[in-house]
């Protein structure tokens, strides 16, 4: 009902994941209701194991949720790639899935949609609960919306299919079919289509996960089953118990130690009579007085209702058919009998061993092989595991050996990777295929071969190639805004270099953060390259003192006047008045009309870095110099 998009937080500086509601709901009263009902439900919950809500919100008709983005593949990824799991791995994952719901179930939210699509696990092997499209604040009515199932048909517990009330116990029980589906990489109940999957939920029992995968432990088997009970009773109660389960099935996973209850009928309490009261005789012909009335009334209530017969006619007519075809079903099922180990046999020979359990053999494949002489089984599939089941009935498919053939290997360094594998292939031999990135070879081609050219070797044998990727590129990260020391982290996270740091100046940024960098975020490039970043320096105001030696500085060309004393008739000089000024940069830090001859004229400066400084006299300029104020803060002028 939604889209999601991976965007960038400008306030915060990150990515996040935004789930927007598609336009063709935004009129939909209903929908948007639901769509707000997920958000409060995720937003009110914290958990290490729930993906976390930063924002909630709408702008006209766009309707948002802003959610962590998570790195990572789905669970659905992963079992569909790399097929059963480790039964370790599964209980660990299962464990994280029931405490986040343990948590939702506290704070009255059922998820009622687990499924491996929507638990996610982290490049750090962490599992995250997500999507809670159509959870539901647990109130008086938890009946599905709409009088319709929603969620995902693999994954429904029986009272979920069938419209009903869902609740903790509903999640536990699609918890159940999620640890079915790692442990033995298919689902419990699978059909054409999604009503008769959901009426297997309703009314079949699922085939023991240990029967499909025997490394699944006792204990690991026993949960999963009681977890998928159809009776919401019999199951675990709440997260809590399913959780002690777990943690107790990694300490001991073969004890057998989960307890699942068999339904047990409520008989109500009834009084027994301990007097004697008629022979045994009277008892019976009461009896049989009391069971004509009962059919006269019977007959007579199908002659009034002649519509209500004829159903109630119908359904003990289903409900026979059902019993006879289940009991057909049970007669015709073909029996379990021990998987048996044929490699190694001549197929006469497998035959033979498989004639009383029935098992069919085929010859899927004839090969050349170093180790197996000819007419004789290389391996099978299935594969033999000791005491794994199959069907009677069951066709296993063999590959034959041709026995030993001495073939040359060719070259094929240089070659596309389809040419190589058909060279290889051509001459009897298996193909592996590694990868590995080159700046020199184009991607596809093959770079080398494991074994070199017209090498003799059995016809069979494996050579392995490695193939160029091309260029390994990485994606440049977003550093601006960020310090020095984060930025050279991100880069050198990305498989990239720090190559020059620069220096400006911005007043309106923090000192110390990175103003720009060489390459935009975002872009790819290949993996090494360098970045340069930009890194916002600003430098502190500093005071100093200009010392002006005026009489020094003019020297010789001071000017004098005479003047002689009436009364001793001395004569004396006296330096001609000027007009002087010291200029730092552009701004006049002293001007003053003074004797040519002063000698110890002071003025403050204040600034940054390198000030040019210049003296005027009598607007001409006597002395040009220069100051760094980082590095002195008095000069002296003479």
Not at 152 to 168: L, N, Q
Not at 286 to 301: R, S
Not at 386 to 391: D, G, H, L, P, W
Not at 469 to 474: C, D, I, K, N, Y
């Amino acid at each position: 009902m939604a889209m999601v998009y991976k965007a960038k937080c400008h306030v915060l500086n990150r990515y996040v994941a935004v789930k927007i509601l598609r336009d063709e709901f935004t009129t939909d009263d209903e929908f948007i209701k639901r769509f707000n009902t997920e958000a409060q439900a995720v937003a009110s919950l914290t958990h290490p194991n729930i993906v976390s809500v930063y924002d909630v919100g709408h702008e006209g008709n766009l309707y948002y949720i802003v959610m962590e983005l998570i790195k990572g593949r789905t669970l659905k990824e992963i079992i569909v790639s790399e097929g059963a799991l480790a039964w370790k791995w599964c209980v660990n994952v299962a464990i994280q899935i029931a405490s986040a719901l343990e948590t939702a179930h506290k704070n009255n939210i059922i998820h009622r949609d687990i499924k491996p699509h929507n638990i996610i696990i982290t490049e750090d092997g962490m599992a995250k609960v997500t999507d809670f499209g159509i959870a539901k604040a647990v109130s008086n009515s938890t009946i599905t919306a709409f009088g319709t199932t929603m969620g995902s048909v693999h994954y429904f517990s029986p009272e979920h299919a069938k419209g009903g009330i869902t609740d903790a116990k509903s999640d536990l029980y699609s918890l159940g079919v999620v640890m079915y589906e790692m442990l033995t990489g298919k689902v419990p109940f699978d059909a054409d289509t999604p009503v008769s999957v959901a009426l297997k939920h309703i009314q079949e029992q699922p085939k023991e996960p240990i029967s499909i995968n025997p490394a699944i432990p006792t204990a690991v088997n026993k949960i999963i089953l009681k977890a998928m009970q159809k009776d919401p009773s019999l199951r675990y109660q709440n997260a809590g118990e399913m959780l002690r389960d777990l943690s107790m099935a990694l300490k001991h996973p073969d004890t057998d130690f989960v307890n699942i209850d068999k339904e047990v009928r409520d008989y109500p309490t009834q009084t027994i009579s301990t007097i004697y009261t008629k022979p045994i005789e009277d008892k019976v012909k009461e009896k049989e007085k009391n069971m004509e009335k009962k059919n006269n009334k019977f007959f007579a209530f199908i002659g009034r209702h002649k519509v209500a017969s004829t159903i109630i006619g119908l359904i003990i007519l289903f409900i026979l058919t059902i019993t006879i075809t289940s009991f057909a079903i049970d007669m015709t099922t073909p029996k379990d009998v021990l998987i048996p180990d044929l490699t190694g046999l001549t197929v006469e020979e497998a035959k033979t061993k498989v004639e009383e359990s029935k098992i069919q053999i085929e010859v899927k494949e004839e090969r050349y092989d170093t180790e197996v002489e000819e007419g004789k089984i290389i391996s099978q599939d299935p594969i033999y595991r000791e005491n794994y089941k199959i069907k009677e009935k069951t066709t296993i498919n063999v590959i034959v050996s041709l026995g030993q053939k001495i073939v040359k290997v060719p070259k094929v360094v240089g070659k596309t990777q389809e040419e190589a594998v058909e060279l290889l292939e051509n001459e009897d031999l298996i193909v592996v295929i590694a990868e590995e990135p080159s700046k020199k070879i184009e991607a596809g081609y093959v770079i080398s071969q494991d074994v070199p050219e017209n090498t003799e070797v059995g016809a069979g044998s494996t050579v392995t190639i490695t193939v160029s990727t091309g260029v390994e590129e990485s994606l440049v990260p977003n550093v601006v805004g960020r310090t020095e020391a984060e930025a050279k982290k991100l880069i050198e996270e990305a498989g990239l270099t720090l190559a020059t740091v620069l220096n400006s100046e911005d007043t309106t940024k923090d000192n110390g953060i990175v103003l720009k960098q060489s390459v935009d975020a975002g872009e790819t490039v290949e993996k090494g390259s360098k970045i340069t970043i930009t890194v916002n320096k600003i430098e502190e105001l500093i005071t100093g003192t200009i010392k002006l030696n005026l009489k020094s500085l003019l020297g010789s060309s001071i000017e004098y006047t005479e003047k002689e004393d009436e009364e001793t008739g001395e004569i004396t000089k006296i330096a001609k008045m000027s007009d002087v000024k010291i200029v730092a940069d552009s701004d006049t830090i002293y001007s003053k009309k003074i004797s040519q001859d002063t000698t110890n004229i002071s003025a403050s400066v204040t600034g940054k870095g390198t000030l040019t400084i210049k003296v005027y006299v009598d607007d001409v300029v006597k002395k040009t110099t220069t100051i760094n104020l980082n590095q002195q803060t008095t000069i002296t002028i003479e």
